[in-house]
Structures are given as structure tokens and as C-alpha cells.
């Protein structure tokens, strides 16, 4: 067994956590929009977007536990868990602030997705107000990539976030700019 494979598995799970997470919010506002009317079928559309959220949620869960169990930063249950305490050799102080920002987004995150899995026991104004941290949350997460990952300084996933990040920006505008009445009409 390697000697780095939890910090490896660490670093990919959150890469991946990161695509799937982006990619369930682009899905939501496509759904949501029906910006691809003439093609979508939003059965389709919502069970790609509950899959991809909840694969991102255990890809989330595992990059956590895979930092637990990584001697080199060596976390414990408080670093994880209380945003701010994280500290580890060479952490600069950026790398500590999007630490703390991976924390209040593993809380919003769960938030989120505990509010999806109890939509039918809400009311639609609640459940709505909640989903709707979804965007930032989007956004903290690509902070806290960006802040606390070691792979920013490799290329290709400086241009794979660059897309990322501007195909996110686009979702959410196309979120904004969607008239209520039609998303009222479309419910």
C-alpha cells in the first residue's frame, strides 16, 4: 500500500466532488429554466441532478475521511468539523481561510441536501430559500479549491476550473435573467 494514497484520495475525491457538485447546479438551473425545452425531459433532468448531488455529497465524504486518515496534514475531528482551527505544516494563511470555507460548505452542503431528501415534508417557500444556497455554495467551493488545493498550480486543472467556473457563472445567470412568470408557469 502506498504510503500517500489517503492524501491522493483525498485530492481526487475533491476534484471530483467539485465537477459533480457544479454540475448538479447546472442541471438544477436547466430543469429549473427548461432552458433546453425542445430537447430536455425533466424526469430526466431532476434524476440526473439528485444523482449528481448525492454523489457529490459521498465524493465530499470521502475526501473528508481521506483527510482524517492522511498523516501528512494530520485533521482531526475539530479541524474538520470547526471552521478555522485547521492548521497543518506549511498551511499559509489563504490555505487556512479556504479551509474554513470547505467547512461552512460541508455544513450548507448537507443542509442543502437534507432539505432535497425532505422537500415533500416542507413548504415549497422553505425548501426553495434553502436550495437556493446552492449557488454560493457553488461558489465557496471553487474558493476553497482554489485557497486550500495543491493541484491550483497544475495547468490543466487551472483551465478545467477556468471552464468550471465560467460555465457556472453562465447557469446562474441564465438563472437570473429567466422571468418568474415563466418558471411559475412552467411549476
Known amino acids: ?3 500517500h494514497l489517503w492524501w491522493y484520495l483525498s485530492r481526487s475525491t475533491g476534484i471530483v466532488a467539485l465537477f459533480l457538485l457544479a454540475g448538479s447546479m ?11 425545452r425542445e430537447v430536455d425531459r425533466p424526469a430526466w433532468l431532476n434524476a440526473m441532478h439528485t444523482w449528481l448531488a448525492g454523489t457529490g455529497l459521498v465524493m465530499t465524504a470521502v475526501h473528508v475521511v481521506s483527510l482524517i486518515f492522511d498523516e501528512w496534514v494530520a485533521f482531526g475531528a475539530g479541524d474538520i468539523l470547526v471552521p478555522g482551527i485547521a492548521d497543518w505544516g506549511g498551511a499559509t494563511t489563504m490555505n487556512r481561510v479556504g479551509t474554513a470555507v470547505g467547512v461552512v460548505s460541508l455544513y450548507v452542503m448537507v443542509i442543502v441536501q437534507a432539505t432535497s431528501y425532505l422537500r415533500r415534508h416542507m413548504s415549497r417557500r422553505m425548501w426553495l430559500a434553502v436550495h437556493r444556497l446552492s449557488y454560493p455554495l457553488v461558489f ?6 482554489g485557497w486550500s488545493g495543491t493541484d491550483t498550480s497544475n495547468r490543466v486543472y487551472q483551465v478545467a476550473t477556468l471552464l468550471l467556473a465560467m460555465a457556472i457563472a453562465a447557469a446562474t445567470v441564465i438563472r437570473v435573467i429567466t422571468p418568474a412568470r415563466v418558471r411559475r408557469a412552467q411549476a
Do not use: P, Q
Open 26 to 36: 447546472i442541471w438544477g438551473v436547466l430543469l429549473s429554466t427548461r432552458a433546453l
Open 140 to 145: 465557496t467551493v471553487l474558493a476553497h479549491a
Open 1 to 3: 500500500m502506498n504510503d
